[in-house]
């Protein structure tokens, strides 16, 4: 079957950095994505990948190993609105996405 | 301007009854989808289409009927609500399938059947 794992809750403090770890066993892959998600909100996009290695986009950064079936999202400079779910997405073989059940980031001051 | 809308916003109703919920997206896009979020947050597939064309169909019961009148809308019609359909409801669009394509999500519909 196809599997998306990230850990159900992370906690960080303000200004801190946090990574966010996505693994996946899925039947192929078109990409990787992360979205995030406020309590009670749509999700809204941060970052795709599709090659190995490092996508970084502001305070955000994503990772990608194919080989290892593994990600993360980096979050630098922790801000108190940056709390919300993080999910990880994989597009498989038939270009459907996955869904992760996210990753609740508490910030704490 | 809402990218993605879906009405209503909040929907209560008893078990048995038939309700629809809207979506409309304004981004000019080729792909609507339908998922459902249930009490462990996992997303899931409900349907997509492209161009008004049914492309993905996953097993759901056939008590869910989405209609596509044209390609900026896609509504999801529900006969015979039971307890396990509360769950958020989410709409989404890309500009296209089978691509890399983001996908935009409207603010959900959060069903509750009692």
């Known amino acids: 079957g196809q599997n998306i794992d990230q850990p159900t809750e992370m906690t960080a403090t303000e200004g801190a950095i946090v990574q966010i770890n996505c693994t996946y066993q899925?039947?192929?892959?078109?990409?990787l994505f992360w979205y995030q998600q406020h309590a009670g909100e749509a999700p809204t996009f941060l970052s795709y990948n599709v090659l190995d290695g490092l996508e970084e986009k502001g305070r955000f950064s994503s990772f990608l190993s194919r080989s290892k079936g593994y990600s993360y999202l980096l979050l630098k400079e922790l801000q108190m609105k940056d709390s919300a779910s993080y999910l990880c997405a994989v597009m498989d073989s038939n270009y459907q996405l996955i869904w992760g059940a996210g990753t609740k980031l508490i910030i704490k001051p | 301007d809402t990218a993605v809308s879906q009405t209503p916003k909040y929907l209560v109703t008893q078990m048995g009854n038939d309700k629809s919920i809207k979506c409309e997206q304004n981004?000019?896009?080729?792909?609507m989808y339908w998922y459902k979020q249930d009490s462990k947050k996992f997303l899931k597939i409900m349907f997509s289409y492209n161009n008004k064309e049914l492309i993905i169909n996953e097993t759901v019961p056939n008590r869910f009927s989405p209609k596509s009148p044209d390609k900026a809308h896609l509504n999801l019609h529900i006969n015979s609500l039971e307890l396990g359909d509360s769950a958020v409801y989410f709409c989404?669009?890309?500009?296209?399938?089978?691509?890399?394509?983001?996908?935009?999500f409207g603010a959900g519909t959060r069903l509750s059947v009692l």
């Open positions: 981004l000019g896009h080729d792909t």
């Open positions: 989404a669009s890309s500009q296209g399938f089978g691509g890399p394509d983001i996908q935009y």
């Open positions: 899925t039947s192929g892959f078109n990409g």
